[in-house]
């Protein structure tokens, strides 16, 4: 892990189009070994040869990365925290028992979860929004492991999975959103309220069951039996392009409103970040999250987002003790962080 953390994965390039408000594009499928039963009730020896398999599949390289192979089971607490911090893979896998792994390219851009809650998960992520780049890459990757595991499929219903809403395509599609300025006017309880009226999810930085830290937002399809994965891209798409022009232009709102006010935020906020001796991670989100939309403004220079995005993972827990090497308590945590980021903003100071 210590090599991994001094790279950043491409989704955190802060390139691509939409990108100063769509952080990221994910397309991930469940799939299911046939033959087997599902991980609620297969043994430790049926997910050790499932394991096997998939390995043997991604064995060597994908759209010419090397696939990088990792056994979660024997993980540290923090290399497995690491590992989610960089969203390679999901809490449920980080936190779960039992033989379970990942495989994973050169970049970050593919990732393919073994023994989660389905057998497979398999997962790629773009910078910026690129959800049609993002399911043709995922479906390739599909494409490879299926000519070598048999996966189960029904005529009638699709893909078989563990839970019944991924039944049918098993995709899951996903844009990480940066909205401080929906945040700032209130809006984005609307913005909760008209996802779910047409089953879309609105979750935070870490999927289901997480907080909004930094102001992420992660807009996601709930339903995937009776559309095609085309169908249910285009409609998360249209979602996404309207909430993004919806963000524009309360940022400009702000900006006109009271230019000065959000100026003295962004400033401040900057200001905390590169004084600061000790500070916690919620904190560090939430001013790292003014000072992204400040540079997206042209309210601070000589900065850029890339570097922001890398902050963002890099003040995280676990990559913060992988960064210094050893185990800290919260404590010395909030220490370490705030000596980092003083370190890192003061570099790109004028």
Not at 10 to 27: C, F, K
């Amino acid at each position: 892990m210590a090599a991994l953390v001094q790279t950043s994965g491409e989704w955190l390039r802060g390139t691509g189009p939409e990108s100063d408000i769509v952080i990221s594009s994910r397309v991930r499928l469940a799939r299911n070994v046939a033959g087997f039963p599902f991980i609620s009730r297969a043994t430790a020896d049926v997910r050790v040869q499932i394991i096997q398999q998939v390995k043997a599949a991604l064995r060597g390289t994908f759209q010419g990365r090397k696939m990088l192979p990792v056994n979660v089971e024997t993980l540290s607490a923090v290399d497995s925290q690491f590992l989610m911090e960089r969203q390679l893979i999901s809490r449920e896998l980080a936190r779960g028992d039992g033989p379970r792994a990942v495989v994973f390219s050169e970049g970050e851009r593919y990732s393919v979860m073994i023994n989660e809650e389905d057998h497979l998960r398999l997962q790629v992520l773009h910078s910026g929004l690129a959800l049609e780049e993002s399911w043709q890459e995922c479906d390739a990757l599909d494409d490879l492991i299926e000519s070598q595991v048999p996966v189960a499929f029904h005529p009638r219903l699709g893909y078989l999975t563990a839970c019944p809403t991924n039944v049918g395509t098993g995709i899951r599609i996903s844009v990480m959103l940066h909205l401080p300025a929906l945040r700032l006017t209130r809006d984005i309880q609307k913005v909760h309220q008209s996802a779910q009226k047409i089953n879309l999810a609105v979750r935070g930085l870490y999927g289901e069951g997480s907080q909004a830290l930094g102001d992420f937002y992660q807009i996601s399809n709930q339903v995937t039996l009776g559309k095609s994965e085309t169908e249910l891209i285009g409609e998360v798409q249209e979602v996404v392009l309207r909430i993004v022009e919806w963000e524009r232009r309360n940022r400009e709102f702000l900006l006109t409103k009271n230019g000065s006010q959000l100026h003295d935020q962004v400033s401040r906020a900057h200001g905390t970040l590169t004084s600061a001796r000790s500070i916690s991670s919620e904190e560090t989100m939430h001013l790292l999250s003014s000072l992204r939309m400040g540079i997206r403004l042209g309210l601070i220079e000589n900065l850029d987002a890339a570097t922001v995005n890398e902050l963002f993972i890099h003040t995280q827990p676990a990559h913060l003790q992988i960064l210094q090497g050893e185990v800290l308590e919260t404590e010395k945590r909030n220490l370490a962080r705030a000596n980092y980021l003083r370190r890192r903003l003061n570099l790109t100071a004028p």
